[in-house]
């Protein structure tokens, strides 16, 4: 058994633990909060340990801890700390940061024996696979990436900044004939535009300012202004029932050329109905990972490019060689 | 530079050709084959050596060489002789017959110190890590391999055999209405029948024979029986001019469940007009991975599912972080 802490008990921490569940080779042994007394409320048996206080000294014996909070705040001070006591997976996601937060990571985990296999998930993590083995067999090629239908945490908090606004949820949508033009064969260079369109979902304060919110929404640079912007508005009650989930998806094309003319094109698409679950489940995949790179006796920071795809799997290299390949 | 030989000039040594001059960081040093004269006026310029005599002997300094013939009488012999002297890769892909072609590769490769990578291509390969990737990050789901539109080789050969066949094109075809099904998110257990059709284009030496031609093709156990099988006769001029390209391509669907009863799916999808071209721009790929694992102090064999992805990569690390993640 592989014994498996969770790091952040939110949305993500939450898609770990029935991960962890579903794989019959790992153990949750232990939560670590910053609200302690709050989580154990919720999740007896398993033992829950301060996040700020416990990393140091907790004698509960774990393999590889999970990092769930944020990219912003969390992750970049967490990982630091936690991967001189155990092995680490982590989802951080601030794509431009990557490389200084892998060396970061490299160094400590280098310095304690650990493995750290950081920015896992699905965009940075498996999308990240899918352009570099597309580019890898199609050198001369064109890759696209295309996010949706889905929610923008991102995106979300920003229409929620407007005044006026009680609340709001973003959703990206890849355009439908810009991958159908891919899918044919053309490689057209596309404005940001072209690519994606938003919609927003807001409850408004006052349903007399609709159209100011739905203005300053769709001027916000950065966020709203390079893409066609829709602006709906609802109830709370609306909000509720109809926007509670997380789900999410995406493309990853790979439009390339062979021999004289040849025309070679591959596609990687996930439609997923909870954003948090899927994560949560590459991450315990990563964790499997990081445990058996460590049991061979490697060290440092790891990305997904760097890790062998059967260490991922629950199967045996036998069992896979007969059954998946 | 990394130096690559081929080994056996037919479609897919030609594909290899045509990849590694797309390829900056790989050079072309070699052609073994068993009509070195012959190929020798075809490839003015690169060194073409006897498969049958020159391997132990010859001192051209080479990598890797790409064994591109095929899986029932060539790579067998051919694998276990070459990794005597070099590193290898190869596109075995008589699927039953991987773990033992494995298990015989990694003796010998061990025992003399090199790294072959066997059963590379699309599938085998490629689609062998989707499908693996897939079961690891969705542990409770199922999955499914679609072949198609494509020529499959096998049963081309099968249709031939049937006597009054001058010569014959079997297309394997997918039934998008399965496709469909899966990427709704039900779960079915289909039949061969409900997941493909063939259709055969087939010469005949006597017209008058045609119904006795389509009946037998169409019963034949293993090959068709087990699908609707279309026949349509065509003569010679229609089958050079329509029917002269390799074009193949296919889908890998895993359709899991994470939480409660969230359904997440993912799909993995390659159009191919090139079948050789694409199989061999991947074996070249390989070629750079198992120069990397050779320099790194590895040896034994390796399939597509125990190679780090940025290995495959022309990009160093550092760019595949800054670029792709």
Wanted: one cysteine or more.
């Amino acid at each position: 058994m592989i014994n498996v802490a969770i790091v952040g008990y939110g949305n993500l921490g939450h898609g770990v633990r029935t991960s962890v569940e579903r794989n019959p080779d790992m153990e949750l042994v232990a939560i670590f909060t910053r609200r302690p007394a709050q989580v154990q409320e919720e999740v007896r048996g398993t033992p829950v340990l301060d996040s700020q206080e416990d990393v140091a000294t907790t004698d509960v014996q774990i393999d590889v801890v999970i990092l769930c909070g944020g990219s912003k705040e969390d992750t970049p001070v967490q990982g630091p700390l936690f991967i001189r006591r155990f092995n680490t997976v982590d989802s951080f996601d601030t794509h431009a940061d990557i490389p200084d937060y892998f060396n970061r990571m490299d160094d400590v985990a280098r310095e304690f024996g650990n493995v750290a296999v950081i920015s896992a998930g699905w965009d940075p993590g498996i999308f990240s696979l899918e352009r570099v083995i597309g580019d890898a067999f199609l050198p001369v090629s064109k890759g696209y990436t295309f996010w949706g239908s889905g929610v923008s945490q991102g995106h979300s908090d920003a229409a929620r900044k407007v005044s006026g606004v009680v609340d709001a949820r973003q959703y990206t949508i890849p355009l439908e004939s810009a991958i159908e033009q891919v899918r044919e064969g053309t490689t057209p260079g596309f404005s940001k535009r072209e690519m994606h369109k938003r919609v927003v979902y807001v409850i408004a304060e006052d349903d007399s300012e609709q159209d100011r919110i739905r203005r300053e929404i769709a001027e916000m640079p950065n966020y709203f202004a390079e893409y066609d912007t829709e602006v709906i508005f609802i109830t709370g009650e609306e909000m509720q029932r109809d926007h509670a989930a997380y789900p999410h998806g995406g493309f990853v094309l790979t439009s390339g050329q062979t021999g004289k003319d040849n025309r070679q094109i591959l596609e990687y698409k996930c439609q997923l109905e909870s954003n948090p679950e899927f994560t949560g489940s590459i991450l315990v995949a990563c964790a499997r990972a990081a445990f058996r790179l460590k049991q061979s006796g490697q060290k440092g920071a790891f990305t997904m490019l760097d890790i062998p795809p059967a260490l991922l799997s629950q199967h045996s290299g036998d069992v896979l060689r007969s059954s998946f390949m």
